[in-house]
């Protein structure tokens, strides 16, 4: 169980820094065309970083007591809607919550906030989509040690 919730934090801590890669491209991205981000000296550049990693890291924080609390599957990663959907409200509520109140990047109100709904969409399902394709991946290399594990076991038998 302890083990478990190891493997989880830690699961949730490359989430924080994937996510925190995902925005930062997005960001600077959205920056040099329409200057999004506020001011332009090295300072402004410092806490923006700060803020975006102190939300991703509330992120990864919220999805690890979501997955501590409501998951029932201790032994496996959970790629369903339902989990899919609570994950997505693991970011929303710092995005809007943190972003939008704290750190007054957009108005919460207002039509400003379709840029950063986009952006944690984007990141999300971008995120999501490569925990999902190593978790297929990791299975496909699992089954196929099982699989040459029990030929090999075959083979030996035959041999006897």
Not at 13 to 31: E, H, P, R
Not at 143 to 157: A, G, L, M, P, V
Request: glycine letters at 6%; one cysteine or more.
């Amino acid at each position: 169980m302890k083990q478990n919730r190891i493997k989880k934090l830690r699961n949730y801590g490359i989430s924080c820094c994937v996510s925190y890669t995902f925005v930062s491209i997005i960001l600077s991205l959205l920056n040099v065309r329409q200057h999004l981000m506020s001011g332009t000296d090295v300072h402004d550049v410092w806490l923006n970083n700060i803020q975006i990693f102190v939300v991703c890291l509330a992120i990864a924080v919220c999805m690890f007591i979501t997955d501590c609390l409501f998951k029932i599957d201790d032994g496996e990663e959970n790629y369903s809607l339902i989990s899919f959907t609570l994950g997505l409200v693991d970011v929303v509520i710092p995005v809007m919550g943190l972003g939008g109140f704290v750190f007054r990047w957009f108005n919460v109100f207002s039509y400003q906030i379709l840029y950063p709904t986009g952006i944690l969409l984007f990141v999300y399902l971008a995120v999501f989509g490569l925990f999902c394709l190593n978790a297929k991946h990791t299975e496909k290399e699992l089954n196929r040690k099982i699989n040459e594990r029990k030929e090999r076991k075959n083979h030996d038998k035959q041999d006897n």
